[in-house]
């Protein structure tokens, strides 16, 4: 980042959820989520543009919102039960779980790269451990949420070939992954986030060297070939296909989840569908490197294998284990 203030807000971003993850009480996980949110906000201009405006007046406003239906229910709770169902709904809102996904496709189609990665995984570890701290009554009411986002961020993105706009629906599906991931132990919901956050580090990596718009262009001809396979490993491992990371830990979310068969089938359906555009991401770029010379064709790198490695071995330690 080129300029100095942009340090402070990171700051502040990383500071406050901290804050939210160690918080005792409802007053100060609120205080942190906004902070957070305040943090956040000035690294969406990231080269200040009228769109970039209209974008953060579009995620302020439902942040807003959300924070405002999550104090009123944790002051109101004290006198009646029933305003407590205000707090997670409020932390859907915030992470924009459907069918309270209405701002973020358009907050993300607005953004660059570097604050919609932000937005797709930082964003969203305050508002997730906020639900998993909640009483598991709470949490059990949001579950069939969890369902539908899973369900709607399959379908969201089938008709999609924007990056942006299939990286939305993408994380509308995780999303729901995640709720579910709150009615299981605490270190599923971890090791699902990791996950998450790690395999989509690496393909904003590859985005941020191409800048592509639709996902045709996502890996180019003139790439190296391994990097291009590698790259669909890391795209289809967060679609959840097997044998990959992304698929174990989808299935330990439904091995330890306390979430019924109504909520499991949603899930499970939206997966398949999400998986059919994370092929289509890979499949017809794989295809066009079949133009490339035999001569240009170079063995894969060390760092190439580890990785690549580091995508399979959680199925051969999970075969161990059981």
């Known amino acids: 980042m080129k300029s100095p203030h942009k340090l402070l807000f990171v700051f502040l971003m990383t500071t406050s959820t901290v804050m939210v993850l160690s918080s005792s009480n409802w007053l100060t996980t609120w205080m942190g989520l906004e902070i957070n949110m305040l943090g956040f906000i000035p690294l969406m201009y990231h080269k200040t543009t009228p769109n970039e405006s209209e974008t953060t007046v579009k995620y302020l406003v439902p942040q807003s919102l959300g924070s405002s239906m999550f104090i009123m229910g944790a002051l109101t709770s004290y006198h009646s039960n029933n305003m407590e169902a205000l707090m997670p709904i409020a932390m859907c809102l915030k992470l924009g779980a459907a069918p309270l996904h209405f701002w973020f496709p358009a907050v993300m189609a607005g953004l660059s790269l570097a604050p919609a990665f932000i937005l797709l995984t930082w964003q969203k570890i305050a508002p997730i451990f906020a639900i998993s701290s909640m009483n598991p009554s709470l949490t059990?009411?949001?579950?069939?949420?969890?369902?539908?986002?899973?369900?709607?961020?399959?379908?969201?993105?089938?008709?999609?070939?924007?990056?942006?706009?299939?990286?939305s629906y993408s994380s509308i599906?995780?999303?729901?992954?995640?709720?579910?991931?709150?009615a299981a132990p605490e270190p599923v919901l971890i090791l699902y986030l990791m996950t998450?956050?790690?395999?989509?580090?690496?393909?904003?990596?590859?985005?941020?060297?191409?800048?592509?718009?639709?996902?045709?262009?996502?890996?180019?001809?003139?790439?190296?070939?391994y990097e291009s396979f590698l790259l669909a490993i890391s795209i289809l491992s967060l679609?959840?296909?097997?044998?990959?990371?992304?698929?174990?830990?989808?299935?330990?979310?439904?091995?330890f989840t306390e979430a019924k068969?109504?909520?499991?089938?949603?899930?499970?359906?939206?997966?398949?569908?999400s998986l059919y555009y994370y092929l289509s991401?890979?499949?017809?770029?794989?295809?066009?490197?079949?133009?490339?010379?035999?001569?240009?064709?170079?063995?894969?790198?060390?760092?190439?294998?580890?990785f690549l490695l580091s995508q399979m071995v959680p199925l051969s330690l999970l075969f161990f284990f059981f």
């Not at 899973?150 to 990286?167: K, M, P, S, V």
């Open 281 to 306: 991401m890979t499949f017809s770029p794989l295809l066009s490197l079949n133009k490339m010379p035999v001569s240009q064709i170079k063995l894969m790198t060390t760092t190439s294998i580890s």
């Open 239 to 255: 679609g959840g296909l097997p044998p990959l990371t992304g698929f174990v830990m989808k299935l330990l979310v439904l091995m």
């Open 140 to 167: 059990s009411k949001i579950l069939p949420i969890a369902g539908i986002s899973a369900l709607w961020g399959g379908i969201g993105g089938l008709n999609q070939t924007d990056i942006r706009l299939l990286l």
């Open 173 to 182: 599906a995780h999303t729901g992954w995640m709720l579910a991931g709150t």
């Open 196 to 225: 998450y956050v790690m395999t989509n580090t690496s393909l904003f990596i590859a985005l941020l060297q191409n800048s592509p718009k639709t996902h045709k262009q996502l890996l180019p001809i003139s790439q190296k070939p």
């Open 261 to 273: 068969i109504v909520t499991l089938v949603p899930l499970i359906s939206g997966a398949i569908m």
